[in-house]
């Protein structure tokens, strides 16, 4: 079945970039998304792209897309303490949504 | 945007009691409705999806349903609790390309 994998870790200093990687399996995904969750609370969708483009950016947020390596990257300009959280990759698949492990984001001051 | 409301949004359960977790959206019609379960510190679990009213699929047996009585209103329900059955149970909506989340019901069996 489908697959999506990302580090389980990440710790980066206040001002620098964060570049989450996550990679998945199913070579038919039309979009492919980035959510946060803050401890407590729901997932906050960020971004998605769709599968035809390569790149999209969102003010401090850019999403890489590599779908020949099937690796999907956000980076995060000038990280911020309100960034730690948990990043979640997905792909969809049809009605349904396939989410990774969840990277933790530590933001060191 | 879509708004996803739950509730309630903790509660603590004794092993063998029934339990009832309600969703409703505002701000689209005809949605796809989820319910994922998370334990803590892990990934989501797909858990039911609903294309449709009283369409019900689910993806992990357990002890464990769902219905849907109506367009936006999505219930999680089970006749008698397990352990197991504790975790953060997150409601989403999708009405287009994008998923919506709530904010999630907390869960303790004890």
């Known amino acids: 079945g489908e697959d999506v994998e990302q580090s389980l870790f990440l710790s980066v200093r206040e001002g620098d970039s964060s570049v989450i990687n996550c990679t998945y399996t199913?070579?038919?995904?039309?979009?492919l998304y980035w959510y946060k969750q803050e401890p407590g609370a729901g997932l906050q969708l960020l971004t998605y792209?769709?599968?035809?483009?390569d790149m999209k950016q969102d003010q401090r947020l850019t999403v890489l897309l590599n779908k020949k390596d099937k690796h999907l990257s956000l980076r995060i300009a000038d990280t911020q303490t309100g960034d730690s959280a948990i990043y979640f990759c997905?792909?969809?698949?049809?009605?349904?949504?396939?989410f990774g492990p969840g990277t933790r984001l530590s933001v060191l001051p | 945007s879509q708004t996803i409301h739950q509730w309630p949004a903790t509660l603590v359960q004794p092993v063998g009691s029934p339990l009832s977790l309600e969703c409703t959206v505002e701000g689209t019609s005809n949605p796809n409705l989820y319910w994922y379960r998370q334990a803590a510190g892990r990934g989501l679990q797909l858990l039911f999806y609903s294309v449709g009213i009283g369409q019900i699929s689910s993806e992990v047996p357990q002890n464990l349903s769902a219905s849907r009585p109506q367009d936006r209103q999505f219930i999680l329900s089970s006749k008698k609790l397990l352990l197991s059955d504790s975790g953060f149970y997150l409601c989403?909506?999708?009405?287009?390309?994008?998923?919506?989340f709530g904010p999630g019901t907390r869960l303790t069996v004890t």
């Open positions: 792209i769709f599968s035809n483009m």
């Open positions: 989403a909506s999708s009405g287009g390309h994008e998923q919506y």
């Open positions: 997905a792909e969809r698949d049809g009605q349904n949504f396939v």
């Open positions: 199913d070579s038919s995904s039309t979009y």
